[in-house]
């Protein structure tokens, strides 16, 4: 079996070594009911990382549970619906989260940090640039990056949602190898397998939008959770835009990693688990970001086929100017990103909206509707100054279809 490389990483220290991304589920950490740690499951997944790392490869854990592990804590029986009770039982449980795997790495010598997370942390730009340069810093130290959302001080305008994307993300700022998404199935099925004993399971996914029409993934996460089968399809998306193979496979039998990333592994009867195969062209880091490091604050809709015929392979050839807009949907400023949505008419005349792309714009919600109704000829007409030429240059747009 030929063992993945993403071409993006250039920064391994040896040329057999991997950089993988591994994330655990709550329902793989603690008890769903009485909320105690799973600690013989928590054991298998750090001896699995202690010889992921003997073997020469660098690990980032993404782990959930904090809002799990506080429940026993304060020895509550139900997560609670108020956002602030949420955020202070995940308070109290991060500390106890992070004790338990100093604990259990601690027994091998191996040093662990913990790394808190929410999306505003990496909607500036040099706050995701430091963000990476301190888990590339921490891999060459050897060790341990553990990254939790921090729940704490999240709320919906600034949640990743869940930690499979928080774990695509992550793999994607690491220019990871492999993401693995710990679950508690062995792979994705075709339907819900504990009710329907025809689900087959899907081993390799090379194109995900078709394999979203071909099963049926409607299951929620567990009662702890957030994520289920959906979130993990959408993560997988994330991750293998940017160069990264996603892999998902039982949370129970972590040490299973190992002979999927072996290359001597010439055995066909690889431990069950689903494969999805990483983009030939990914996107490059800043364009990636973008996407998917930018809470999206408004849209920008655009008529004609000015920006259509701009797009080739992927990559956009022109900057979109005011002339192409022709309607702002939401209330957003400058430096902010936008969903830009092609408004096209099907051969029945019907307007059809298709998201073509993301971008920061140079000019405000406002500023563009003042440039838009005054239909002059150029921006200082409009506004009586002018701070770009365009509405989103093409340097700062990220092409989604």
């Known amino acids: 079996m030929v063992v993945y490389r993403n071409i993006q990483n250039t920064h391994r220290p040896t040329t057999t070594s991997l950089t993988l991304v591994i994330k655990v589920g709550t329902s793989s950490i603690c008890d769903e009911v009485t909320h105690y740690p799973l600690l013989g499951n928590l054991s298998r997944i750090v001896e699995t990382i202690i010889q992921l790392k003997r073997m020469g490869h660098r690990v980032v854990l993404v782990t959930s549970a904090a809002v799990?592990?506080?429940?026993?804590r304060l020895n509550m029986s139900e997560k609670p619906k108020k956002l602030a009770s949420i955020q202070a039982i995940a308070a109290v449980g991060q500390g106890r989260l992070m004790s338990m795997y100093d604990d259990l790495f601690g027994q091998f010598n191996q040093p662990v940090a913990q790394i808190l997370l929410t999306r505003n942390d990496l909607a500036d730009r040099s706050q995701y640039l430091n963000a990476v340069n301190c888990l590339e810093e921490l891999l060459d130290m050897g060790v341990v990056p553990i990254i939790n959302e921090n729940d704490t001080i999240s709320v919906k305008e600034i949640k990743f949602g869940d930690n499979d994307t928080l774990s695509a993300i992550s793999a994607g700022m690491v220019k990871a190898d492999y993401l693995f998404l710990m679950t508690d199935v062995d792979c994705l099925y075709t339907d819900n397998p504990r009710s329907n004993p025809d689900a087959r399971?899907?081993?390799?996914?090379?194109?995900i939008e078709e394999l979203r029409r071909?099963?049926?993934?409607?299951?929620?996460?567990?009662?702890?959770?957030?994520?289920g089968m959906v979130t993990k399809l959408v993560a997988a998306d994330l991750?293998?835009?940017a160069g990264v193979t996603t892999v998902i496979a039982r949370g129970a039998t972590p040490e299973n990693i190992i002979p999927i990333i072996d290359s001597s592994n010439t055995d066909k009867k690889l431990p069950l688990h689903t494969r999805f195969v990483a983009k030939p062209k990914p996107l490059m880091d800043r364009k990636w970001w973008i996407l998917h490091g930018l809470h999206t604050a408004g849209t920008v809709y655009v008529e004609g086929d000015d920006i259509k015929n701009a797009i080739h392979d992927g990559q956009v050839d022109s900057s979109l100017f005011a002339h192409s807009i022709s309607k702002v949907e939401g209330t957003f400023v400058e430096h902010q990103a936008v969903r830009l949505v092609l408004q096209h008419k099907n051969s029945q005349g019907i307007v059809d909206n298709i998201t073509v792309a993301k971008g920061i714009v140079n000019y405000s919600s406002q500023e563009i509707m003042r440039i838009m109704l005054a239909k002059e000829s150029t921006i200082v007409d409009s506004l009586g100054y002018k701070d770009a030429d365009c509405i989103i240059h093409r340097d700062n747009m990220a092409i989604t279809v």
């Open 68 to 72: 799990g592990t506080g429940l026993r």
């Open 201 to 207: 399971p899907v081993l390799v996914c090379d194109d």
């Open 214 to 227: 071909e099963i049926t993934v409607s299951a929620p996460g567990s009662s702890l959770g957030t994520g």
């Open 239 to 241: 991750a293998t835009a």
